[in-house]
């Protein structure tokens, strides 16, 4: 499904791929971990943007929300991560939900002001309930199987943080299928392409929403219960994602799926390129903002002219 | 010389030609009436030259200069003036500073030189209570206030997109006198588009009608409206 | 009867449209005119649940529908085929008529001879099964517009304006499709190509200003001055 | 007459709060000067938000005017004072250059944007060593007025002046027709001659500069900066709040939402050390949900109604 006129840049990104695997294969191969991460915290961001049309910045508050639930099973009753994911997805898609109607679900009709500024509020309560209940501690578990690795010649790395890419392209293929082949996944498409028309055919718009956002949250709840397998928890560990995710959806477009798992694919290993020297690792966070920032504009410039 | 000229103006939206070369002029003191079925392109037509929309091709010229490309608020200060089909008030501004703001911006007249012009225009149009927010009003003091504020810009050139539309007979035979009156004592030229066809006899001189973004005729409205192809245009193939 | 509107009252904020509407559909096909502004299409949002009515019933089948939403109105049996088409313009001409009967209860044998007789009746939409709704003309996103609508097998079909924008061999085209649907579904039709539209309906109401002012059959309204001046004046 | 009465009103709040220090020890006053701070970023948020847009990168500018003020005093050797005129002019400098690309954003790309420039400026100074001092910050040779509290509280009193005063301008000027316009709708605004993208600029600009201007005065107030309380996100999270409770496109409301949220996050601080915030996400929420006009708005209603109902009660 390559367009003629990508042609071109996808040879140039393929090009610097293969020159950068040939000359430091860690930039490559971290790059794609961290990209697997991103991508599949943004996924389900970029569903509820894509058929709800909200722009939610409670995103990453609800992956911290799953992990403090994720890291209490664990701790408490010894239960794995990769169980204890199934019971964190219900609790978060049942919070979600009700989000949703509590909160969202009001704000709908209101200007694109207050539904930003009310997820926003969500967000900063999120953090600071946590911050109550858990204090601004952070915490690690560690697993025997997080430090698996693999030796190619003289080269050794981490294998395990590939769960994530691994997840993120389940993700996204999975809400492929979902959304173009299943009648349910289709309604959800129609009413994110057009609500009136959907309620037209029978569609119930605003139910689809509702399970929408909370599938969603059931997504990046499993999503965050895997976190903690990676990284300590912390109150303020989600709002970071919330950004970068947004900018990966604008980057891809909204309503393009796969094409999230793209752009982390650019902004990890862009990341990683600058983390590989000593005088550049600190600036590697701003190659995230920078391009994001020239990305948005760049589209809204087109937009214009169009 | 006439106040607006157009020559050959197309507008298309993604292959979807809304205007198809349309060439026509406007004088001044004259009230024209633009016409056609729904979806012929009369609103498309007054984006064009209000400079809400760009066109694909042609030329828009006022008095002389051409302005195709002249962004909004500069065709605004050069001269024209416009209403808007579906209403537009500002909705967190006072009536007062609704009428004043063309003034001002257009103008560039001080805030009490604005507020004293656009008394005059609104006590001109018997429209009152301009303390009000735009939310207490009727549709009739709407109209008359988009009108007002149309009016505070001093234009030459000014359209009216349906703003007929909504009132009862009797505010729609009060709309009529007044329109017919500003456009006398200004010497303005005056587009205005409308669905009743009452409304269009009985105030303009000469209407144009457009079909699929085409003029398909010119003239008088007696005339045009015994016209085959307008005939054709509103009821459809020949009986 | 199959739609029974009685003293129906609409409007948006401030601007009342609809006044006193009364309105009856049989096993028929009936005709809406009247100048643009006079309130057709906010007369069919009623009926649909887009828009709330103030005062007045609206009886669909025995059953009121007064207060029920868009989409249970849908799967109560009236398919809307709206001015704008309001298709899903990034999915496929399958899916677009998928989801015209996939939320209503019909059956999957119903369903495929809907398919079909869609397929009769415009059978570029069987060639383009697979293109994209948002890449196809105007007249053909019509057909799917029309086409979606039947594959629910509703009791009543509303078409809003459906020869706007078209080219006038293609409306010739949809309203000889009209005047063979007429058998078999009810049909409300609101329109401008008033002599056109003649030759697919049987009976027909003339709105002015909110209000219904004439009913008469499609003989009597081509010959009735009425309808003339109502749209140029004369 | 009700004009002159409010003019009365705000000159004797203004003497009040002149003469305040007067009466208060040092702790009060350090908490009136963050509250006065935290009041001005409200104000400044505001006006910019009378346009439609909504910046999430108070701190942004915020920590720019911080920054801009201390390192003029450490490597250019300017003057305590001279060096808040500087960070001022500096902050509105880059909004300048950056409004000319970010005001063609609009609605959700303008907000994250500003969030995601806040971002860029933080890594920044955290990453400029030898310039910025990295992530431990800035140290000054010396606190402006040697600390005296009551000369800080009035410096900082100067700097919220200046904020209400150009608040005020906003409101009485054409700024106040501009503004409003565009925020209801561009089209209509267009037509009637007001050239958006400048009128854009000047909130953004000025605004910028408003908020540089209190972290300047912030730096010089405290003697040092780092990276983390400079861009804290607090300095646009509060504001955020507070002007939303107070009541937003206004002047008093931000700064009635200020006093009050002011005052009780101090009580608050006080019985829950950790999270006393999740207050202020509670209120942005539920401001939202019940009472979007904000407090302001809800009074001015309340207000009309009984005035409408005296009208109608004398005609009658």
Known sequence: MLKKQSLPKVAAVAAIFVAIILWRPTVLIYGLQAAGLYASIAIPMGLVLGIVHIVNLAHGEIMMVAAYSSYMLCSWLGIDPYISLIPVAIITAIFGFIIYRLTIRQTLKAPELNQLILTFGIAISLTQLANIVFTSQTRKMSFSYVSASMDIGELSFGIYNFVFLVAAIVLAYGLKFFLHKTVAGKAALAVGQNPRGAAIVGIDVDKTYGLIFALACALVGAMGAMFITRSAVFPSVGSPFTMKSFCLIAMAGIGNIPGILGASVLLGVSENFLKAFRATRGWADIVFFVLIISVILGRSIRGKRA | MSKLVTRELSK???GLVAVNKLSFSMEEGEILGIIGPNGAGKTTFIHLVSGILMPTSGQIEFKGKDITFSPAHERSRLGIARTYQLIHPLENLTVLENVMIGSVFSRGKNLKEA??????????????????????????????????????NEPEVLFLDEVMAGLNSDETRQMIGMVQRIAKEKRMAVGVVEHVMGVIRELTQRVIVLDSGELIAEGPYEEVSKNPRVMEAYLGGAA | MMLEVKKLEAGYGKLQVLRAVDLNVGRESVGLFGPNGAGKTTLINTIMGIVEARSGDIVLEGKSINKLKTHEIARAGIALVPQERELFP?????????????????????????????????????????????TMSGGQQRMVAIGRALMAKPSLLILDEPSLGLQPSIVAEVFERLAILKKEVAILVTEQNV?????????????????????????????NPHVISAYLGI | MKLKASWLAAALLAVAAIILPAFLGAYPLNVARSIMTYMALAVSWDMLLRSGQISFGIAGLFGLGSYASALAVLRAGMSPAASIVFAVLFAGLVAFGLGFAILRLRAMYFSITTLALMEIFRIIM???????????????????????AKALYWICLAGLFVTIAASVYFEKSKLHLALTAIRNDEISARTSGVNIFKYLLIAFVATSMLQGLMGAIQVQSYGFTMPDTAFDANFTLLPLAMALLGGIHSTIGPMAGAVLLGVAAEWLKLKIPYGHLVVYGLIIILVILFMPKGLYGLAKDKFKKSHDNR??????
């Open chain 2, 12 to 14: 298309a939206f993604s």
């Open chain 3, 90 to 134: 990034g999915m496929s001409v399958a899916d677009n008529l998928e989801l015209g009967a996939a939320f209503v209860p019909r059956g999957k044998a119903v369903i495929k001879k809907q398919l079909e007789m869609v397929f009769g009746l415009f059978p570029i939409l069987k060639e383009r099964y697979a293109q994209l709704v948002g």
């Open chain 4, 311 to 316: 009208v109608k009660g004398k005609l009658s």
């Open chain 4, 126 to 148: 955290h990453n400029l060593h030898d310039f910025s001092g990295g992530p431990e910050g800035v140290v000054l040779p010396a606190i402006l007025f040697n600390g005296e």
């Open chain 2, 115 to 152: 507020r004293s012009a656009a008394e005059a225009i609104c006590a001109e149009l018997e429209l009152d209570g301009l303390g009000r927010d735009t939310s207490q009003l009727t549709i009739l003091e709407i109209k008359k206030m988009e009108i007002a504020r149309a009016l505070a």
């Open chain 3, 195 to 223: 002599r056109e539209s003649l030759k697919a309906i049987d009976r027909g109401y003339v709105m002015e200003n909110g209000a219904v002012v004439l009913e008469d059959s499609a003989t009597g309204l081509a010959t």
